[in-house]
C-alpha cells in the first residue's frame, strides 16, 4: 500500500493547554486527572479501495482502532483532489 503526501500533525491537549495557561482550569483538570501525552493527526489522501488495507496494517502494527484512547480513523469522502503545486 502507498500512502504519499500525507501530512503530520503534532499537538498537545486542550485540557493540558487549559490548566497551564488559565489557572481557573488548573483544579478543575487535576480533579478529573491530568491531560497527558501528545497528540498526532496524520491527514492522507487514500483511495477508497485502500481502506480495508489500512485497517488491516494498522492492527498489524498494534494499532488498536476499537480502542478510542489509543486511534481514531475518520474518512471523509472528496469528489476531487489535486496535489499541491499542480
Not at 5 to 25: H, K, N, Q, S, Y
Amino acid at each position: 500500500m502507498e500512502i504519499t503526501d500525507a501530512t503530520v500533525f503534532e499537538g498537545t491537549p486542550m485540557e493540558r493547554i487549559l490548566a497551564d495557561e488559565v489557572p481557573i482550569f488548573a483544579g478543575l483538570w487535576q480533579s478529573h486527572g491530568e491531560a497527558e501525552g501528545q497528540t498526532r493527526l496524520v491527514m492522507a489522501t487514500v483511495a477508497e479501495t485502500a481502506l480495508e488495507g489500512l485497517v488491516s496494517l494498522l492492527g498489524d502494527v498494534g494499532v488498536d482502532l476499537g480502542n478510542s484512547d489509543i486511534a481514531r480513523l475518520l474518512t471523509i469522502p472528496i469528489d476531487c483532489h489535486r496535489p499541491a503545486g499542480n
